[in-house]
Each structure stands twice: as C-alpha cells, then as structure tokens.
C-alpha cells in the first residue's frame, strides 16, 4: 500500500485517515489513487468511517461500499463496530487489487458483490459459512472482532486467518470466474497447474476435513487449506500473491531497503517477473519476520516456498496482473 499525502498541507497521510492534522477532511480516490480535495464523501463515512469519495448519484455510496448488498442488523451487539472493521479490510484490498485494474473504470468485467453477515441477530446467534458462488462473497462478520479471530485461527491452525485474508481469498474465487471467461486458454492452463477445477468440491471438502492434509502437502501446497481442492489451491496462492505484493510495496513506501533491493521508487505492482517480485517479498518476509520476534510478536509471513508453490505463485501472479501464465 502506497502513503499519500494531504492535498491540503502536503503532510503525510495513510490510506485508512479520515482526517489531517492540519484539520482537512480526507477523501480517498480509488481512481486516481490518492486523497483528493473537496471529494463527495461516502454516505457510510459517519456511520462506519469510510473515507473514500462518493461515486453513486443513487445512493451516494463510494465503489467498494456499493459492492456491499447486505449488511448486518446494526442494533446487535457490536455489529456496527465489526461491520466498520470488516468494510476497512476490504477497502484495502479493492484498492491495491486496483493498481492491476481490478474493478476500476477502465475494467469493463462484473465486480464482486458481498453480504457482510453476522452471527449475533435478533433471531440469536446463527451461524455463517464463508464462501463466493455466482460473484457474491459471504463474510463472517465474527471474525473482525480481534479476539475470535485469533481464536479461530488457533483452532484450525492456520497461521494467517485475518479479514484481510478473507477478502484476498473470497475475491480470488471469484477471479478464477472472471478469468474462464475472459481467457480462453486459462482452464487448460490451470488444469496443468493446480488440478481439475471440476471435480467434486463437495466430496473433496468432506475428505480434508475427514482425513486431514497428506503428509507431504507444504511440499505442493501453499497452505494446508489449499490442498483440499483445485478451487482452493488457486484461492489460497493467489491470497499469497496479493499477500506478497502487498507486503514488499507497504515495505518500500515505508523506506526499508535490503541489499536483494536497494530501491526506494520500486513499484511491486509494475512489476512484470513474477519470480523476481515473489523471491524479493520473500526476503523482506524473512526479515520482518526476524523484527517480529524481537517484540514478541508472531511472524508476519510464516510459510516457505517449495519449487512446485513457487511455480504456481509465479503462474497466478501472471494471470492476476493480467499478462498471463
């Protein structure tokens, strides 16, 4: 993620502030990519923060806000405050999904639509499975409060389970749609990569979580997750590569520098070798990790790259940048 500046005193100013010190208001521009002055806020601004420009003449919502179709009951229990969490996280990843023409004017595809539900209702607590099917995203409101979240990424033992995870993954599923469509080639090619995105999801899901990950799966899989199904598999690597790009862009905007890429101007999203970009994240992965620990703080990218995830990183971040595999 890129840090802006104020259009009003120049002053440093990141993507999720709604305000300046020196008093502006900050409106974000997702098309031009930064804060802009006398920007139409979003109708959601007072209720859940949202800092981005009015874009529907309707409704006077702002592009990922009227993404939403479905929102929670806000009189339960904290449903506004994990709404607002859940809408933040996801602003975030429609705007870096952006710098590769994702959902912005230019793109001329469907975008993802989303119901943001929660467990805590008038009716009482209901569950809610996450999931994309036909271009909608469910997400489980429960995990934007901070303490279920590391709840249940200690009970499934996955090591990166945050919101922002959610999205990347949801929003990938619904790529792999956009892509069968607009690629001709890209279901025979992903079939060679990451399996038979036909077979039977249902019975896959029954046996991961019956059997469990094969013994060797983080010599093929990215996750344990991602080898219950072709599906999966893409969703997962492709989380990572936006995981990666993310990572190594916020690094640079932030001024750290490692002799693997001593370049402050660097632009991860630009770049073209996906090997290049993924061994370089890598590297700044290992390191933060090393920061991490000094504080007592978990790794901020716990996986290792085997030749065979290494390859399908390097063939999903060719079909999300849009220059193919």
């Not at 007072?46 to 420009?53: D, E, F, S, Y």
């Not at 934007?144 to 033992?157: F, G, K, M, Q, T």
């Not at 599906?231 to 690597?237: I, N, Q, V």
Request: charged residues 20%.
């Amino acid at each position: 993620m890129r840090i802006y500046a104020c259009p009003n005193c120049k002053a440093t100013a990141y993507f999720s502030n709604q305000r300046c010190m020196c008093g502006n208001t900050l409106v974000y521009d997702p098309e031009r990519d930064g804060f802009v002055p006398n920007g139409q806020t979003c109708a959601n601004r007072a209720q859940i923060g949202c800092n981005w420009v009015a874009e529907q003449a309707d409704t006077g919502l702002c592009r990922s806000c009227a993404m939403t179709e479905v929102v929670p009951d806000i009189e339960q229990g904290d449903n506004l405050s994990l709404w607002a969490r859940a809408e933040a996280s996801k602003r975030w990843v429609i705007a870096t999904l952006g710098r590769w023409g994702w959902f912005t004017d230019a793109d001329e595809g469907p975008s993802p639509r989303f119901h943001l539900l929660s467990e805590d209702t008038a009716q009482g607590h209901t569950p809610v499975m996450m999931g994309h099917q036909n271009g909608l995203v469910t997400i489980n409101l429960a995990e934007a409060d901070p303490i279920e979240e590391v709840r249940r990424r200690e009970a499934l033992s996955e090591r990166l389970r945050t919101m922002t995870a959610h999205f990347r993954h949801e929003i990938a599923h619904f790529l792999f749609e956009r892509l069968a469509v607009s690629d001709p080639e890209f279901l025979t090619k992903f079939t060679e990569v990451f399996g038979d995105p036909q077979a039977d999801y249902g019975a896959a899901l029954k046996r991961h979580y019956a059997k469990g990950t094969p013994a060797n799966w983080n010599s093929r899989f990215i996750t344990p997750y991602a080898s219950a199904h072709a599906h999966e598999d893409w969703a997962e690597t492709s989380a990572h590569v936006m995981h990666l790009t993310d990572m190594l862009d916020s690094a640079v905007e932030a001024g750290l520098m490692l002799p693997t890429l001593n370049n402050l101007k660097y632009d991860a999203y630009a770049e073209t070798s996906a090997k290049a970009l993924i061994e370089t994240a890598g590297a700044y992965g290992l390191a933060l990790n090393h920061v991490n620990r000094s504080i007592g703080q978990d790794d901020i990218y716990p996986f290792v790259h085997s030749p065979t995830v290494q390859d399908k990183l390097l063939r999903a971040h060719g079909w999300l940048r849009g220059s193919g595999a």
